[in-house]
């Protein structure tokens, strides 16, 4: 029952503040219902790993993530979380070590920004300072500007800010468990990648366990270390790396899951990260525009792009805007200019690509830091070598029990 | 003496009862205030009991209060004390009817969302859900403002104080001197106090709505 290595991880190896999770032949019938909604499920959920719960809706697994902080409480069975048996300790005291993220945030309309994230700090009777201290740090870690956010109101959000400071709220007092509940189902699909790539991002440096659950299988793939494909009654059908169940799904109804086009899936494999990045001719607001033209031209390319003095990007200009006078002196975001993290996948680079009018796309890291650029030639390199290693031994199928 | 005049003559006289209308209703609507909210929040979670409440309150709002104050004469003496009680019983229907509205209405998964942070019951009906019915509360309590503004009158039959007394002095003798003058001061106090009192809450309701919920 040992780890096995995730065959997608890459350098960032920092320190795991997840816990594990086991699920021990967990059961949950409802009275007067004859078969189960839960039957018998038993898994285990490595610390620091996202572990995805797909399956058909009505297929309990959003039950069976609820049991896990007992919002419904089991029938029978055991949850333990690290070392410790939580199947009888108090419910309320377990929920505030256990982050929970639904559909469409949840925030407390009435409740200021600030007011939600420091909801469960509250509750563990946090000092004031402590709370807004952490509050900003938090609306940093999700990008949102803590001075503009603080102290508005839910209803003076997008969808996709909502569902940021929903994340934000639910890491507010550093628990080592996230549960998401198809956190993202309710955003338009931009909005959708782009949390979802936020996630990947923030998981990096958290390494919380998380369980999440969710509906599409293409969400899964993306940001699962694990998949856990559920039927009815939360049988878990398979339960392994995407990279296994796509090569070799156990059986009729996952490949209905994995459904067409699994080797373009491959594409939703393969993370930025993991392939070389290519140089694109940068220059700074206020700086040196001949010096961006000569770099420009040096790669051959048309354009160059303009970051501010925080290194991130704001606009692409062309060498004939570059060429006018004081060109650089003030440059204004671009409010279309796309980028994408080292976490998204190549699927989304490309996607980004074709609807951009550059046919490149900017990577960005940490706090939307520039860190170079992707383009067409960088996914073709990526997928023929994707070819190459397929025929490589694949990941074992050993599934924990 | 015309109605001005009348007025002006009897000013302390009305301006003392006025104050003692006034304070009567706003004690009794203190009183049904959070004796509402208690039936609410024991009955809002089940429908069998909000139903209840529900038929209760509107059965109660038939009863003609002149009934009501008549019949209570014969157990309490004090014509404050029951002028009260009977305010408060009154006053408390419309609000059940709200809060148990109000609080049903909030999205439960948001309530599901307090308790997977670990906000127990009364935690999450203390800062989420009661904050929540709030606006439909307040619309309940400024209902019941109004009509015990009105029923409050009648509370003079039972040796209760406030304007009631110049309306059923001015009408016990129609046609004597100044019996209109006194029937019209009292319901036109009546009147006046209830807009000042509708006001009042309405200020009330502003300053104690969230800025994220305010319509």
Known sequence: ?401 | MNFWEFIQDRWSLLWFQGYQHLSMVVQSLLIATVVALLIAVLTYRSSMWTGIAEAGAAVGLTIPSFALFGLFIALIANGVVLSVLVLAFYGSLPIVRNAVVGLRRVDPTLVESARGMGMGRMSTLWRLELPMAWPVILTGIRVSAQMLMGIGAIAAYASGPGLGSFIFSGLSRLGGANSTNLAWAGILGVVVLAIALDVMLNIIGRLTTSRGIRV
Not at chain 1, 94 to 107: D, F, K, N, T, W
Request: hydrophobic share 40%; charged share 25%; proline share 5%.
């Open chain 1, 1 to 401: 029952m040992s780890d096995q290595p995730t065959t997608n991880d890459s350098a960032v190896d920092d320190v795991v503040h997840g816990e594990r999770i086991v699920l021990n032949q967990l059961t949950k019938r409802y009275p007067g219902q004859k078969t189960a909604a839960v039957d018998d499920v038993s898994m285990e959920i490595p610390a620091g790993e996202i572990v995805m719960f797909v399956g058909p809706s009505g297929c309990g697994k959003t039950t069976t993530m609820k049991m896990i902080n007992r919002l419904i409480e089991p029938t029978s069975g055991t949850i333990t979380i690290g070392d410790e048996d939580v199947t009888d300790v108090n419910p309320d005291e377990l929920r505030r070590r256990i982050g929970y993220v639904i559909q469409g945030a949840g925030l407390f309309p009435h409740y200021t920004v600030a007011d939600n994230i420091a909801i469960v700090p509250k509750l563990l009777g946090w000092d004031k300072q402590r709370i807004a201290d952490r509050v900003d740090e938090l609306l940093d870690l999700v990008n949102l500007e803590p001075a503009q956010y603080r102290d508005r109101f839910p209803r003076e959000l997008s969808g996709g800010q909502q569902q940021r400071v929903g994340v934000a709220r639910a890491l507010a007092a550093d628990p080592p468990v996230l549960l998401m509940d198809e956190p993202f189902g309710a955003v338009d699909p931009i909005t959708r990648q782009r949390l979802q790539d936020e996630l990947l991002r923030l998981q990096e440096e958290l390494r919380k366990t998380i369980v999440f659950v969710t509906h599409d299988f293409d969400e899964a793939v993306k940001l699962g270390d694990r998949i856990a494909i559920l039927d009815v009654g939360s049988e878990i059908v398979q339960y392994d790396t995407p990279e296994a169940i796509l090569a070799a799904p156990a059986n009729e109804f996952v490949e209905g899951f994995v459904g067409h086009g699994a080797a373009l899936k491959q594409l939703t494999l393969t993370r930025v990260r993991d392939v070389e990045l290519h140089d694109a001719a940068v220059t700074h607001i206020g700086g040196d525009a001949q010096e961006a033209i000569s770099q420009a031209q040096e790669f051959g390319r048309d354009w160059a792009i303009v970051l501010d003095e925080q290194e991130r990007p704001q606009r692409w200009m062309s060498l004939r805007e570059l060429a006018r006078p004081g060109a650089l002196r003030s440059v204004s975001r671009d409010p279309d200019l796309e980028t994408i993290s080292p976490a998204s996948t190549l699927n989304d680079a490309l996607d980004e690509m074709l609807t951009s009018s550059h046919g490149v796309v900017v990577v960005t890291g940490r706090r939307n830091k520039y860190q170079g650029v992707i383009r067409v030639e960088t996914i073709m390199e990526a997928m023929q070598s994707l070819g190459s290693a397929s025929s490589a031994p694949g990941s074992a199928e050993a599934v924990p029990s």
